[in-house]
């Protein structure tokens, strides 16, 4: 009994915790049906990739910076799907600041990087300015949700991976098929008399290069820093993340 007991314990999957609680709602920002909505939200993309996706809002970020508010409240509550300090992605809101922080832990520094979190942070930040922060959260769970579908370091919105760039191709390979085949069943003749009496003459020849210039110009910086931008950090309990901060 003992010996099926520790083969199942080593076998047995990471299974998410149901009753965890995964919205920090301090600020009131939100409606118990809105919480709700987005408790079973995150609990079901959490499990599709092993991750917390985890949501707090706060009033004053207990008069912190809101990156050290979010390393603290990481590193207290042990967030993380696979274990405790484990794999996690948690978007904060400071309503005292307007402030915005996105960080990604373990699999979620992998899979949601620096210049990932700054897609999601850019995609919300229209619904947190215009006060619609159900839609701003679910948007936080569903992109963070697709890009960990794409292997790290890829572009998760470059136009390589939409649906509509795939129905182009294919229905410019299926036409590009389809016209070879009906020029090819078209039996044009190619071959005459000359082609076995080696009367045939070269016409013409020439020769021609074309050069090509290459012009470099310097890109111009981006001053905006309301935009805000990437940097993730450590937090005190020494778990590494990445990171997205701006303003709302």
């Given at each position: 009994?003992?010996?099926?007991?520790?083969?199942?314990?080593?076998?047995?999957?990471?299974?998410?915790?149901?009753?965890?609680?995964?919205v920090?709602?301090?600020?009131?920002?939100?409606?118990?049906?809105?919480?709700?909505?987005?408790?079973?939200?995150?609990?079901?993309h959490?499990?599709k990739?092993?991750?917390?996706?985890?949501?707090?809002?706060?009033?004053?970020?207990?008069?912190?910076?809101?990156?050290?508010f979010?390393?603290d409240?990481?590193?207290?509550?042990?967030?993380?799907?696979?274990?405790?300090?484990?794999?996690?992605?948690i978007?904060?809101?400071?309503?005292?600041?307007?402030?915005?922080?996105?960080a990604?832990f373990?699999?979620?520094?992998?899979?949601?990087?620096?210049?990932?979190?700054?897609?999601?942070?850019?995609?919300?930040?229209?619904?947190?300015?215009?006060?619609n922060?159900?839609?701003?959260?679910?948007?936080?769970?569903?992109?963070?949700?697709?890009?960990?579908?794409?292997?790290?370091?890829?572009?998760?919105?470059?136009?390589?991976?939409?649906?509509?760039?795939?129905?182009?191709?294919?229905?410019?390979?299926?036409?590009?098929?389809?016209?070879?085949?009906?020029?090819?069943?078209?039996?044009?003749?190619?071959?005459?008399?000359?082609?076995?009496?080696?009367?045939?003459?070269?016409?013409?020849?020439?020769?021609?290069?074309?050069?090509?210039?290459?012009?470099?110009?310097?890109?111009?910086?981006?001053?905006?820093?309301?935009r805000?931008?990437?940097?993730?950090?450590?937090?005190?309990?020494?778990?590494?993340?990445?990171?997205?901060?701006?303003?709302f």
């Open positions: 009994m003992l010996s099926l007991f520790l083969i199942f314990s080593f076998i047995s999957p990471v299974f998410a915790d149901e009753s965890k609680q995964r920090y709602d301090y600020a009131d920002l939100l409606t118990d049906d809105e919480i709700d909505r987005l408790e079973n939200l995150a609990n079901q959490g499990k990739h092993e991750i917390d996706f985890i949501i707090v809002t706060t009033k004053d970020a207990d008069n912190k910076d809101i990156i050290p979010v390393e409240f990481y590193d207290e509550m042990a967030f993380g799907f696979d274990k405790p300090n484990g794999n996690a992605a978007l904060a809101l400071d309503m005292s600041k307007r402030d915005v922080y996105i990604g373990y699999k979620g520094k992998k899979y949601l990087d620096n210049k990932r979190v700054d897609l999601i942070r850019e995609k919300m930040t229209p619904d947190l300015s215009s006060g922060y159900e839609e701003a959260f679910t948007t936080f769970i569903e992109t963070g949700s697709r890009y960990m579908r794409y292997i790290p370091g890829v572009n998760p919105e470059s136009f390589l991976l939409q649906t509509w760039f795939h129905m182009i191709v294919a229905f410019g390979l299926a036409a590009l098929i389809v016209g070879t085949m009906a020029y090819n069943s078209g039996g044009k003749v190619t071959v005459n008399e000359r082609t076995y009496t080696g009367d045939f003459k070269v016409l013409q020849r020439k020769d021609i290069y074309i050069t090509k210039n290459v012009t470099k110009r310097r890109k111009p910086k981006n001053n905006n820093s309301n805000g931008g990437s940097g993730g950090g450590v937090t005190r309990g020494g778990h590494s993340h990445s990171g997205s901060r701006g303003k």
